[in-house]
């Protein structure tokens, strides 16, 4: 299974905000990424909207709606009964839940599912009364015990956090060590009828390993190293090049 690529909008969205001006557009490049392949489209709206805006929500449910209705819209955030409400207005498929503080620059933890779990049972079964299936952030090292009750949430999938993965790209044996975590990961989610994704600093250079070292990963969830390499070879050839990647 080749697993499906999620382009994250949040780069763009941050770039735009840096002037009082509506470009570079969100819809354009999500247009741009769909159209060269990818299978759905990722935003993370905080509170202060530093990059993605509420604003800019309908507007890619349009867009998928409209053009390319076998795409996915995949929303992440932290469970606020406001995040949650925002969310649901625009049907995504997914909603990936995760909790960092709103005012993190970026997730990079997942939950302690022994700690919260009963926390997230409510919100799970409240989302996917709705209809969107569930992803809950993981750390890439989670043990059993997390990943049951993980399971016992309710939710569809995890998403693994890969920062620290991502963050081996000088040294090829740390690399594997972590790659190696990544798969233990996963395949601990699978033996309890979870699906997996991934997400968090993945590159064209590391994507290859861990599609290769988690043969049940569904999905990877991609900005940063994406909206870098759309710099050098354009947006769309950027994403043809995650989806080789993926499928080396």
Known sequence: MTAKLSVNLNAVAMLRNRRDLPWPSVERMGRQALEAGAHGLTVHPRPDERHTRATDLPV??????DEYPKAEFNIEGYPTDAFIEQALANQPEQITLVP????????DHGWDFVGKGNYLRDIVSRIKDEGARVSLFCDPD??????EMAAKTGADRIELYTGPYGATYEDNEAAIEQAYILAK??????????DVNAGHDLTVQNLPLIAKMIPNLAEVSIGHGLTAEALEFGYAGAVKRFLE????
């Open 185 to 194: 990961t996963a395949k601990l989610a699978s033996d309890y009828k979870l």
């Open 142 to 147: 989670a043990d059993e015990a997390q990943i």
């Open 60 to 65: 890619i449910r349009a867009l998928i709606d």
């Open 100 to 107: 960092d503080d709103p005012t993190q620059a970026t997730s």
């Open 245 to 248: 990647a993926l499928k080396a």
